[in-house]
């Protein structure tokens, strides 16, 4: 009896080690990765600007310091700039501002307001060029690039001129014309423009006045006089001669030796 109950309990506990399930060891939850730094993004390099190459090039802004009849006198970063008419130029205010360019044998006058920038006046000049593809236009050249003009109303006050003839007429916003005038410049460099100017000036001449610190080029624009403490060496009559101008940086190039001579300012000459 005795060992028939002992063949049973060892039965019981057999069944039951056998009916326990089995637990696996969980594998430990695995060390966090740390995440890898963001790779640090460097900062736009500025876009490169194309060095001016066109001569004769100017690009200036000026303000109206004084008038007179049919001539108005701009103050610019690097001296004075002179615009005179005999049809045009009789409403310029002091709250207007100029800007000025020259491409080789074109120019832009634009006068706008200051505050909003709204334009009054825009002239252009240069050889007149026929639109090739649309009758009643004229080929320009402009800050942004050739343009087309259209002759609108003014057909009849073209009749005297022919294709590339020395011509300046005034354009609305659309570009259409509305004014055939008149208008010269002067200008005089007697200062380095200060640091960061709006200023893009590329002109080369002859030597062709020497008068007390001034230095007279005659160059595809007209007369253009120098002070020469812009950085203008001795220089004789007759010396061909290059100013580039960028931004507040002045160079001076003479063709015939290539010696230049550059200097930087952050102030005007007084």
């Not at 087309?148 to 109303?153: K, L, Q």
């Amino acid at each position: 009896m005795i060992e028939t109950l002992f063949y049973a309990f060892c039965a019981g506990v057999l069944v039951f080690t056998l009916l326990v399930p089995v637990l696996a060891e969980e594998p430990s939850a695995p060390a966090e990765i740390p995440s890898l730094p963001a790779a640090e993004t460097p900062p736009p390099t500025p876009a490169p600007v194309d060095p001016v190459t066109i001569d004769p090039f100017i690009e200036l802004r000026g303000s109206v310091w004084r008038t007179k009849a049919g001539i108005v006198f701009l103050k610019t970063p690097i001296g004075l700039l002179t615009l005179t008419s005999k049809t045009t130029l009789k409403d310029l205010k002091a709250s207007q501002e100029v800007r000025f360019w020259v491409h080789e044998r074109h120019s832009v006058v634009e006068i706008r307001n200051r505050i909003d920038g709204s334009l009054v006046h825009r002239y252009l000049s240069g050889p007149m060029t026929s639109g090739t593809d649309t009758p009643g236009t004229l080929l320009w050249w402009g800050p942004d690039g050739d343009q087309t003009v259209h002759v609108g109303t003014q057909e009849g006050r073209l009749t005297n001129y022919s294709e590339g003839d020395p011509l300046t007429v005034e354009v609305d916003e659309t570009n259409t014309i509305n004014g055939v005038h008149d208008l010269q410049y002067d200008l005089q460099v007697n200062q380095t423009p200060p640091a960061g100017a709006d200023v893009q000036v590329l002109l080369s001449g002859t030597v062709s006045k020497l008068k007390s610190s001034f230095v007279f080029v005659r160059t595809p624009v007209g007369l253009v006089m120098l002070n020469s403490k812009i950085g203008i060496p001795r220089v004789k009559v007759g010396q061909p001669l290059t100013l580039h101008i960028d931004h507040e940086h002045v160079t001076v190039t003479f063709p015939a030796d290539e010696t230049s001579t550059p200097r930087r300012s952050t102030s005007p000459i007084p």
